[in-house]
């Protein structure tokens, strides 16, 4: 996601922060901008658009003076991708400027509350309101200051804070996003991660969440939630440039996979507010949402997949049939898709050739589109009737894995919507829905931390020609994204099938030593997936399933069991394939595949 950087020292610092956002560049942004403490004033520049073009504007900083300051890549979230809604912001006063990362939950009360008192805003971003909380919260004490501004935001934030009356000094909070601290020597630095920082220190802190820490360049100073003081101790980076961009991660795509509980939180927490799902970007009326008959769901790739796992909970939850076709099939063929249908379009780039042609097909029989996409300003976004952005940050890795679950929790989210809206989901399934929906990051980390004895699995099934994946319902949409994420990474030949299909003539397949992967997640329909397993064991197969942790029927008929927390049906494709990314992974870096860019694929199909 964006990114943020802060240097004090002796030296010139803004070059020092367009080199430290130049190496954040990887993790995706839109605008980027800097601001500086001068002799007696705090200078901001900031541009929408590529670093390059704010290095430009600045003559690579030898044209903005001064010896602390801060900057930022910005991923648009609350408002568009312009000049006025980059980063740093200002305070009226212009004796505050701020850096954020994450997402204030509360800001529109904040804000509110803030234009009361007389303050004004230049931009559409929920940053802002901190920029205002601390001029309005100023008691003298800079350190007091901090503490009373974050006292009053909810959500998730990186800050960085600079103040004019506090010339050689930063603060940098941390709550739910990244933030580390550089130790220099005459220098400090504070930055999203440890790829801004490895050309200056090898040093670093690491702040929890509630911490905060104040930075002068002769020493760095950490305090706990309360403003006490605390001694962190000081880590040694031993990575290089390269290897820090991924976080100490072998490859981009675990390191994907281990950012999905933030990457979904950060697309659950600002639609969610007192208890309520509210999606203003498609915010209809019962009137207007009771004009569509039917849903059609159309996609690429895992996109697709993911419409197929949300199908179930679209039709339980709003009792309004839905489709899911292939963009490549939809394009070309003679839709049944007029006024009355809502179609919902899926892409993590928002480019994606064949679902565009889709779209405008559908859009030109009259469809309505909601979009759901990663990629701001991208053409699908541009095309919609509405815009429903799963922020889940850039994904580097072609095959995608945050894309997936943040598609899906969009999709949940919009099926709760619309069914509450229309009156189809009563008070008490909304409720027992809602708080799965709300415990989804921290259940997708403990189905992460559920599985590190994959590695040891994924040596018993590397060599295998090929692998089945079954799974019924629910299951099945599951099954197909893991037969998916083992072919186009390992290149071993995968497959999916509906456990219930197997009869029809699929199980000529299975022979003796034929691994099959079972997902056993729908728990109304357990015992018919065991039954399928009983079967193709029968057959010679060794069996490896997914299920709920505590499920205790599965251990008998399988070879190998991997476990997730237990969670609502509907929402278990989002947890289940945790496992999946977690074996395709490790299967392909047994057989020495080229993991992030496997041959012959694309991250954003733009071709037919």
Known sequence: MCGIVGFTGARETAPLLLEGLKRLEYRGYDSAGIA???????????ISGKVQKLCDKTENGAAVHGR????????????????LNAHPHLSNDGRFAVVHNGIIENFAVLREALIQKG???????????????LEDCDCGDLKSTVMRTVAQLEGSYALGVLCSDHPNTLFAVKEASPLILGVGIGENYFASDVTALVSYTKNAIYLDDGEFAELTPEEITVYDSTGRKMEKPVSRITWTVEAAEKGGYDHFMLKEIMEQPAAVRAAIAPRVRDGEIRLDEFD???EELGQF????ITACGSAYYAGCAAKYALESLCRIPVEVVLASELRYGDPLIDEHTLLIVISQSGETADTIAAMKECRARGAKALAIVNVVESTIAKL??????????????????????????????????????????????????????????????????????????????????????????TDWAVALEGARKMKEI???????????????????????????????????LLDKTISNIVEVKARGARVLAVAFRGERKIVAEANDVIYIPPVNTLFSPALAVIPMQLLAYYVAKE????????????????VE
């Open 384 to 473: 919609a009737d509405w815009t429903l952005y799963t922020w889940a940050g850039p994904e580097i890795a072609v095959a995608t894995t945050k894309g997936y679950t943040t598609q899906l929790t969009v999709l949940f989210l919009t099926a709760m919507f619309i069914g509450r809206r229309l009156g189809r989901l009563g008070d008490e399934r909304y409720a027992v829905l809602l708080y799965d929906l709300l415990r989804l990051p921290k259940l997708i980390q403990n189905a992460i931390d559920l599985n590190h004895g994959i590695p040891a699995i994924a040596r018993k099934y590397h060599k295998s020609p090929s692998l089945f994946f079954i799974g019924r319902n």
């Open 36 to 46: 500086v403490m001068g002799e007696d004033a705090i200078r901001v520049e900031k």
């Open 119 to 133: 303050y004004t805003f230049e931009s559409e971003t929920d940053t802002e309101v901190i920029v205002h909380l």
């Open 284 to 286: 209809l009326s019962a």
């Open 490 to 524: 390992s290149y071993i030949h995968a497959e999916s099938y509906a456990a219930g299909e197997l009869k029809h003539g699929t199980i000529a397949l299975i022979e003796e030593g034929t691994p099959v992967i079972a997902v056993c997640c729908n728990e109304q």
């Open 293 to 296: 008959n039917k849903i059609v």
């Open 68 to 83: 602390t300051g801060i900057g930022h890549t910005r991923w648009a979230t609350h408002g568009a991708p312009t000049d």
């Open 591 to 606: 057989n020495g595949c080229d993991i992030d860019k496997p041959k012959n694929l694309a991250k954003s199909v733009t």
